[in-house]
């Protein structure tokens, strides 16, 4: 994008945020923020990498250090209305009843842009995506440091996103300035985003918040997004909706129908693969009828798609560690609520989706 890029020479650093040092942290990353430096930061959904999102060269470092294509749009992290007042042209009536119902929390929203945000941020858009998220963290982080936050994931680009710091530490290790280690995302997969710039409101992702719950609050809404295809041409109009993203570097194969006949098929394709001499980890939410092995992570219970999300990129991040080759998903949840976020995060994730 033009931008000077700046090595970093030395390992990140790392702040275990307690209830006795939560200000001094808070306060010395601020300064990383303002002075253009990358933090990665918790929030309830995921970790995300911010910086100053007014700030080209701070944005610019997020998209070297991620491996992010440049026309993949951030979402911009506010900690009050009078910040994103700053960065959009207009709040619509919509807009307002969506913040008042679901802010601070796992709810982007996609509004007109002013100019004050730059075109790298936007990903050229004439937009802009932004959020208030309910992590007590990153929005004092926002608040002290004085800056909306260009924040996404905090993981190379189109891997499985880091819900602890330890999975951001994996991933980008001396190429950002700090992490602020707060636990674990209660929630585990990203935002949901609503597009509000248009005539008609439309989902461009599924997130923790659902299409049903939105509607409640401003009528019919239309679904924008793919769960199967990924866009290799046209504008990106919210991030998730172009590339690879999720995957592991184990080839995964997600296996969809009844529970009881995807654990079947499941049992039936590992035996093949390893008797053909592959290693193979298993990403299921039940043991029954499962083969005996190590290579195995529960996702939790099916009927639980909260507990679900929040554990699907930590199996997918530990069945790569222990050095699968294949990964056999079970994908028999509902694509109601929550589930729809985690079937499609799995879909994305996946080099083959089988359909019983």
């Given amino acids: 994008m033009g931008f000077e890029i700046r090595e970093m020479n030395k390992p990140t650093k790392v702040f275990k945020i307690t209830h006795y040092n939560f200000s001094d942290v808070i306060c010395e990353c601020a300064q990383i923020i303002q002075k253009g430096g990358t933090v990665a930061i918790p929030t309830e959904t995921v970790y995300g990498l911010a910086a100053n999102a007014l700030d080209p060269a ?33 709040i619509p009536s919509k807009a307002l ?61 189109g891997r499985p996103s880091p819900t602890t710091a330890s999975h951001v530490i994996h991933d980008l290790d001396g190429k950002i300035d700090a992490v602020i280690d707060a636990g674990t995302a209660t929630i585990g997969v990203e935002s949901t985003v609503i597009d509000l710039s248009r005539e008609k409101p439309a989902i461009l992702r599924p997130g923790y918040i659902s299409a049903k719950n939105i509607e409640k609050i401003i009528g019919e809404v239309e679904i924008g997004y793919s769960d199967h295809i990924t866009e290799v041409e046209g504008v990106v109009r919210s991030p998730g909706m172009k590339y690879t993203h999720y995957s592991p570097n184990a080839i995964v194969l997600l296996v969809e129908g009844t529970h009881d006949i995807v654990l079947n098929k499941i049992y039936e394709m590992y035996n093949d693969f390893t008797c053909r001499g592959a290693r193979v980890g298993l990403l299921v939410t039940n043991n029954d009828f ?5 290579d195995i992570f529960y996702l939790g219970n099916k009927d639980k798609p909260e507990e679900v999300a929040k554990n699907l990129f930590k199996g997918l991040r530990f069945l790569d560690e ?15 609520g929550v589930g729809a976020a985690v079937m499609n995060r799995l879909r994305k994730a996946s080099e083959m989706v089988i359909r019983l």
């Fill in 58 to 90: 701070a944005v610019d470092s997020i998209f070297y250090a991620k491996g992010r294509p440049a026309d993949n749009p951030l979402i911009v992290h506010v900690s009050s209305l009078g910040q994103l007042e700053q960065l959009v042209l207009d």
């Fill in 97 to 157: 009843s969506l913040i008042e119902t679901f802010w601070p929390g796992p709810l982007t929203i996609i509004l007109k842009r002013a100019d004050i945000v730059p075109d790298i941020t936007t990903g050229g858009l004439d937009t802009v995506a932004v959020r208030m998220p309910a992590n007590q963290v990153a929005q004092e982080l926002i608040r002290v440091s004085g800056r909306p936050l260009a924040a996404p994931s905090a993981n190379i680009s």
């Fill in 290 to 294: 499962l083969p005996p092995t190590n």
């Fill in 322 to 336: 222990v050095g699968v080759t294949i990964i056999l998903a079970d994908g028999s949840f509902s694509n109601e």
